[in-house]
């Protein structure tokens, strides 16, 4: 029962908001509200790591022929770290978000960064893949209906139409991962022993959802966002696939050394892409899908070597950090060296958070996709460092008790990543390895020198504007994503449901006009015809 008090908590919190916003709109009590439950949901979760691991069997679904997959729950040593990381980005948000009041903030998207924390909580700890399924499905509709009713302009979203034919690919991947699982071992099985065999089929499942496979990220056409609900929209849903990477065998493509090379291969491009348009973009807001897409790369490319603990790692790392990222809006020059925490957490010092991230990322040997990954690594430290930079806003324009409440919401995803480094797993406060730690300590003070002492926008322009050869890579990149499956995939679904829409309006004015009943019963005469002779 523990393992649903989180969720409750939050589903239940965010129907009371909605109904004070709708009878008395008293701000102060939908916010004491939210944040009382949120926070309740914090410790709850923070106290079940002493039971870990805990499971739920929800509904005991018969009879077990025809539904050999119960709907489960599991909070365990990989699941536990990123549900703490669920919560903490909620409170987050929450409190960022009523700093914004002025604004964009009110307490129906308070509502809403409830309800879509607690539905990423429950997918997160589904306990056997067809329970992950139903859950990925009802974000999936969430999600789009969300980005649909927030378009303003009311136009033909195909940025919404195109994220979400990909996670519809992404549904049938895993059916078809669920298949081949069943097959290969003849019986239904759990998140934590899925088959070898379907391990890549639930890697390809979670890239489709991730955004790297294929490469997109020179796809204007997807939904932008803007601060508050839209980054929790993005960020919690993320998490679930995270931590399916991270359960995968650790022998996934050992017996297809091709394959896992050209695997490698794009998922580091598809890292270093993320990194140069990342830091190439001004607007933190906008450079979203860039820091998901990077992160995830990194966890992907350790799962591929078969490091689950090291593809965690980076899947926290792409959630605390990337949520104190992008919720430090407005920026308040007092407040700007929380920024440095985040670069804490990504930047994989010895017996920091990321530690044990480069063991993954090196995997048995150091090669030329390690050295990509390293690079990609160090250019988006560069422009995490930017933003500190340029953090020269004032807070005069908050009112005082928001001055208290947004630094609060910044701290909690500071200590959550503290806690998860020290006491995530067993062995989560680590050395890592030292020697590329070295390197990093090197190019992070190289770092620090160059952004004390120029500024970094001027140096990332001069680089990508001047230097050939970095503007040669941008360019093949480039043409490497409109060549890549996205740009033939996305034609096909605007194509296709353009074409339905034509046909369901021609269909509808031949039934409306004066030989609708002519058409009626010669469909139905078919019907009969079609029925009889069967």
């Known amino acids: 029962m523990l393992l649903v008090i989180p969720a409750l908590l939050m589903l239940l919190a965010a129907v009371l908001i909605v109904a004070i916003d709708k009878i008395s709109k008293n701000f102060a009590i939908a916010f004491l509200v939210a944040s009382i439950s949120a926070f309740a949901a914090w410790l709850v979760t923070l106290f079940s790591r002493i039971y870990l691991p805990s499971t739920l069997l929800l509904i005991p679904w018969k009879p077990e022929t025809l539904y050999p997959y119960a709907p489960s729950l599991l909070l365990d040593y990989q699941s536990w770290p990123f549900a703490l990381a ?83 690919s992404s549904l049938i ?103 140069i348009t990342w830091i190439k973009e001004k607007d933190e807001v906008k450079s979203q899908l860039r820091w998901i897409t990077a992160f995830s790369a990194f ?53 920091t958070p990321a530690a044990a991230g480069w063991e993954g990322i090196i995997g048995d040997h150091f090669n030329l996709w390690s050295l990509i990954i390293m690079i990609a690594h160090v250019i988006l430290v560069l422009g995490y460092m930017r933003n500190f930079q340029n953090s020269l806003a004032t807070s005069d324009n908050l009112e005082t008790w928001a001055k208290i409440i947004f630094p609060l919401g910044l701290i909690i995803l500071i200590q959550s990543s503290l806690v998860i480094g020290v006491i995530g797993w067993p062995g989560s406060f680590s050395l890592g390895v030292w020697w590329f730690s070295a390197i990093n300590v090197f190019l ?56 339905l829409s034509s046909l369901l309006i021609n269909i509808n004015n031949i039934l409306e006009g004066e030989g609708g009943v002519m058409w009626a019963l010669l469909i139905l005469l078919l019907l009969i015809t079609l029925i009889v002779s069967t």
């Open 86 to 168: 669920i919560i903490s980005i909620c409170i987050a948000g929450i409190f960022t978000d009523s700093a914004r009041s002025s604004t964009e903030s009110n307490p129906r998207s308070w509502a809403g960064i409830l309800s879509i924390s607690a539905l990423g909580m429950i997918a997160l700890l589904s306990g056997n893949p067809f329970t992950l399924m139903m859950t990925w499905t009802l974000l999936d509709i969430v999600e789009f209906i969300h980005f649909i009713t927030s378009n303003k302009n009311r136009d033909f979203d195909v940025g919404s139409i195109i994220v979400l034919s990909f996670h519809i």
């Open 173 to 275: 991947m895993l059916g078809w991962a669920i298949m081949v699982g069943w097959h290969e071992i003849g019986k239904p099985f759990d998140i934590t022993n899925i088959p070898a065999n379907a391990s890549v089929y639930f890697l390809l499942s979670a890239g489709l959802r991730l955004g790297i496979l294929p490469l997109s990220l020179f796809d204007q056409s997807k939904p932008q966002f803007s601060r508050g609900i839209d980054t929790i929209v993005r960020l919690v849903p993320v998490a679930s696939s995270l931590s399916l990477i991270g359960r995968l065998s650790n022998t996934i493509l050992l017996a297809h050394p091709i394959l896992m090379a050209l695997f490698q291969a794009i998922i580091a491009l598809t890292a270093l892409f993320a990194a």
């Open 299 to 351: 966890s992907l490319f350790s799962a591929v070597n078969g490091n689950q603990i090291s593809s965690r790692v980076w899947g926290i790392a792409l959630l605390l950090s990337g949520g104190l990222f992008f919720l430090y809006q407005p920026k308040i020059w007092r407040l700007r060296f929380l920024l440095l925490f985040g670069v804490l957490g990504i930047i994989a010092l010895p017996y």
């Open 444 to 499: 992070t003070a190289s770092i620090f020198f160059v952004f004390w002492r120029y500024k970094i926008d001027d140096i990332v322009k001069k680089l990508t504007g001047s230097n050939r050869s970095i503007h040669t890579l941008i360019n093949i990149l480039k043409v490497m994503s409109n060549v890549s499956l996205i740009k033939w995939i996305r034609g096909l679904f605007v194509t296709v449901s353009k074409l």
